[in-house]
């Protein structure tokens, strides 16, 4: 099956430090990888959209200073939380679609956000 | 009102029970995921179908395009199927950005 990871899968940050994420496609490349937000006992709420070189796609009242995202290679993506502060806290996770015209995507773990 | 809705929204069980959740949907689709999300957060993909059944194990999932609805079954539920489970949709391929139902949590009782 194919395996998507994270990391950290939870982090504890200060308010005004940065923080970064990473999702990796383990055994598969993933020419597209999403990055969602989800608040306590809420559905999923997609962010962006990153493609493999190229820029991410935000979505609306995303702000893309605050969460930068990059896609460096096939396998790995990276959402880095700038100046981070208490209202960032949450749990982010990750999905990777699978190069292909299958268009599954695989979902990672997850990674709980929380700044003090 | 959500364009994508599931029922039952929690749901308890004894072990051993057969469980369904439905999905819903009011728009065309191309295909459907099933995640299953434990207590401490993680997601898992259950499965992705455009037609027809999968089976999985103890898992099986249906989808009627015509009908927009699919289920999930659970045969022979233990108390690790407790976890909340999300139908999401896909409008169409090329359009990957997937909506998602407010989830069923399920609740095993030993």
């Known amino acids: 099956g194919a395996v998507v990871s994270q990391h950290p899968s939870r982090v504890i940050c200060k308010s005004g430090t940065s923080v970064k994420i990473e999702c990796r496609s383990l055994d598969f490349q993933a020419t597209t990888m999403f990055w969602y937000r989800q608040f306590p006992k809420q559905s999923l709420m997609l962010m962006a959209t990153?493609?493999?070189?190229?820029?991410?796609?935000?979505e609306q009242g995303v702000e893309k200073d605050k969460f930068l995202i990059n896609h460096a290679s096939l396998t790995l993506s990276t959402l880095t939380v700038t100046s981070a502060h208490p209202e960032d806290s949450s749990f982010y996770i990750c999905?990777?679609?699978?190069?292909?015209?299958?268009?599954?995507?695989?979902f990672g773990p997850g990674t709980r956000l929380t700044v003090t | 009102k959500n364009e994508v809705e599931q029922s039952p929204q929690n749901l308890t069980a004894q072990e051993g029970e057969f469980i369904t959740i439905n999905c819903s949907y009011s728009?065309?689709?191309?295909?459907l995921h099933w995640l299953q999300q434990h207590p401490g957060g993680g997601i898992v993909s259950l499965f992705m179908?455009?037609?027809g059944k999968k089976k999985h194990g103890r898992l099986i999932a249906t989808i009627n395009i015509q009908e927009k609805h699919s289920s999930l079954h659970i045969t022979a539920s233990h108390p690790r199927d407790s976890a909340v489970y999300i139908c999401a949709a896909m409008p169409n391929f090329g359009n990957e950005k997937l909506t998602f139902g407010t989830g069923t949590r399920l609740t095993i009782i030993p």
């Open positions: 179908l455009s037609s």
């Open positions: 999905s990777a679609r699978r190069a292909g015209p299958t268009y599954e995507q695989y």
């Open positions: 990153s493609n493999e070189g190229s820029k991410a796609t935000y």
């Open positions: 728009v065309g689709i191309s295909a």
